[in-house]
Structure formats: C-alpha cells, structure tokens
C-alpha cells in the first residue's frame, strides 16, 4: 500500500515507532543524539518507519524551541511548517488512550505529557523512543521505552 507525504510517494511499511518531544527536537537543534533523531526522520521520509505521537507533541517541540536562545521568531514558524508537514500520525487523549494515560501517570509518578507517550506504545503494542534518561527509568517494566540512541540497532 502507498501513501503520499507532502509530495513524495511512499511505500507504507509496517513497523511503527512513537517518539517523544525529545527526540523531535533533536531534528531542529544540535543536541546530543542529534545524528539518530536525523536517521530516524530520514527513515521515516524514505517510508522505512512510520512515527506516531500523541497530539501534544508538536505543542511540546515548539516550546522547547520557544525557549532556545539561539532560535528566533522565524525559526520557530519554520519548524512549526516542517511539523505540519511531516504528518505524523497523532492520537488524542480519548477514550482508552485517556484511561492508559492517567493510570500510567499515577503509577509511575510522571507527568500526564510523558505518560500519553508511554501509552500510544502501549495502546498499539509499539516501541516508544526518548532521550529522557528520567522516564525511561521510571517505565521500566511499562511498555517497551527505548533509548534514542538504541534506533536503528
């Protein structure tokens, strides 16, 4: 089956990934890891990967970006663009998501923004990758949450 992103033809594969904020970041700013976040977005534009998120990613990237010094208003409204146009596969904090979201906030003593990540990896049974060292402690034995540096191994 093909899908188009933006104006490329892509063969859709099966394996999905969710990322976190984390990791999206990393595709607008040189941070540690930055080299696996850009071979996971490659990845992802060559239909290699498809990725998923809850719906309060992009909100989180761009205020991540908001608060970097180095980037202006006119880096902000480009990153905002590119985000739209990845067309990431976003999930709503609806129904079973919703009640996986919040038992896993309670649980494990995280935030409901790093918990709706945990359960979209949950709810479709898909790895989940970060570079939150803090939250991939705090789930072990939730789900399986990945470092970003272990993509691609």
Known sequence: MEF?????????????AIVDAS??????VEEEDTAKAL?????YREGKVDLRSPQLMAYEVLNALRYNPELGEDDLARAGDALSKFQIVTYP??????????????????SIYDASYLSV?????????????????????RGKVLHLKDYGR
Do not use: N
């Open 121 to 141: 990896g949950e709810l479709l049974d898909r790895p989940v990758y970060t570079a939150d060292e803090r939250l991939i402690a705090k789930a072990r034995g």
């Open 93 to 110: 904090l609806l129904g079973e998501l919703k009640d996986l979201c919040l038992a896993a906030a309670l649980k494990l003593g995280i």
């Open 23 to 28: 990791v999206v970041v990393k595709w607008f």
């Open 39 to 43: 071979e996971m977005r490659s990845d």
């Open 4 to 16: 188009h992103r933006g104006d490329q033809k892509v063969e859709r594969t099966k394996e999905i």
